[in-house]
T-cell receptor, first 111, second 115 residues
Framework: RKEVEQDPGPFNVPEGATVAFNCTYS??????FFWYRQDCRKEPKLLMS???SGNEDGRFTAQLNRASQYISLLIRDSKLSDSATYLC????????????FGSGTRLLVRP | GAGVSQSPSNKVTEKGKDVELRCDPI?????LYWYRQSLGQGLEFLIY????????KSGLPSDRFSAERTGGSVSTLTIQRTQQEDSAVYLC?????????????FGEGSWLTVV
């Protein structure tokens, strides 16, 4: 079983739609959680951290469920520019420098 | 620019040859990471450097892979006797230090193709 699992997609949605991605992680000792965005043939960039209480950044909302070991990302009012691959990332508590990446969920927003 | 710089950006090499990939981290960043990303896959941890501490080499896939970081700054990832399965993008990243609150920043990667 992969340490971080994501639905690869693609999610194909119209502009303005709301879309949600889930991610599950296997190591209950995981301490920190993030969503990264990766555009085609580009490097990953931090989109947002995920906090236990949930957090929002504009159109983006991240949630963490420690009991079920999953993380979610909700994008409201999708824009064409949101088209990218979204990587779920976990940092383990016992070696806090190492980030474990999921394979990513691809989002396509169409006009 | 002030970001993580990697070179070469693209490299095509023949099977069996050695390659060296270079990473210049953001100035002042003491933590440096190498990851590998194969086509359509997630990022695979390779190696981590933090200051003068011994590196964590636990992700290196074979003894053909090695990395060093000289003077606490520039790092070189070396792949000896390259194989076709080594074809991937090699991403370097750096952060201020290893604490969990610090964002890591990636370079644009070195795209390696072994033919």
């Amino acid at each position: 079983r992969k340490e971080v699992e994501q639905d690869p997609g693609p999610f194909n949605v119209p502009e303005g739609a709301t879309v949600a991605f889930n991610c599950t992680y296997s190591n209950s000792a995981s301490q920190s959680f993030f969503w990264y965005r990766q555009d085609c043939r580009k490097e990953p960039k931090l989109l947002m951290s995920v906090y236990s209480s949930g957090n929002e950044d504009g159109r983006f909302t991240a949630q963490l469920n420690r009991a079920s070991q999953y993380i979610s990302l909700l994008i409201r009012d999708s824009k064409l520019s949101d088209s990218a691959t979204y990587l779920c990332v976990v940092r383990l508590g016992d070696s806090s420098y190492k980030l474990i990446f999921g394979s990513g969920t691809r989002l396509l927003v169409r006009p | 620019g002030a970001g993580v710089s990697q070179s070469p950006s693209n490299k095509v090499t023949e099977k069996g040859k050695d390659v060296e990939l270079r990473c210049d981290p953001i100035s002042g960043h003491t933590a440096l990471y190498w990851y590998r990303q194969s086509l359509g896959q997630g990022l695979e941890f390779l190696i981590y450097f933090q200051g003068n501490s011994a590196p964590d080499k636990s992700g290196l896939p074979s003894d053909r892979f090695s990395a060093e970081r000289t003077g606490g700054s520039v790092s070189t990832l070396t792949i000896q006797r390259t194989q076709q399965e080594d074809s991937a993008v090699y991403l370097c990243a750096s952060s201020l230090d290893s604490t969990s609150g610090n964002t890591i920043y990636f370079g644009e990667g070195s795209w390696l193709t072994v033919v």
